[in-house]
Nanobody, 117 residues
Framework: QVQLVESGGGLVRPGGSLRLSCAASRGIFSTYTMSWVRQIPGKGLEWISSISRPDGITSYGDSVKGRFTISRDEAKSTLYLQMNSLKPEDTAVYYC??????????RGRGTQVTVSS
């Protein structure tokens, strides 16, 4: 059974930065492409970024390209999302997910990110 536990969310001012972490089941990165997705209140899930296996090629949605960076530490079995230049429209619940850009996704419980002054 896949286990994904996100952390690192919080309240940040516009222009600020946060780094999200996802503690994952050991060995998952060698088997699956991993993604970050988010859900804005009242809207559906939005794919943000993926990192493929085993080569680690990254891809990003247009709304976050150039501001967010996905990475993984296989030794720690942890997925990261570095978020810079945050905007109020980035406010959402962020989920770590097993699966690529088009899903289907197996998600963790999520972590709330709020961007507000």
């Amino acid at each position: 059974q896949v286990q994904l536990v996100e952390s690192g969310g919080g309240l940040v001012r516009p222009g600020g930065s946060l780094r999200l972490s996802c503690a994952a089941s050991r060995g998952i990165f060698s088997t699956y492409t991993m993604s970050w997705v988010r859900q804005i209140p009242g809207k559906g899930l939005e794919w943000i970024s993926s990192i493929s296996r085993p080569d680690g090629i990254t891809s990003y949605g247009d709304s976050v390209k150039g501001r967010f960076t996905i990475s993984r530490d296989e030794a720690k079995s942890t997925l990261y999302l570095q978020m810079n230049s945050l905007k109020p429209e980035d406010t959402a619940v962020y989920y770590c997910a097993k699966g690529g850009r088009w899903g289907p996704w197996t998600r963790g419980r999520g972590t709330q990110v709020t961007v507000s002054s």
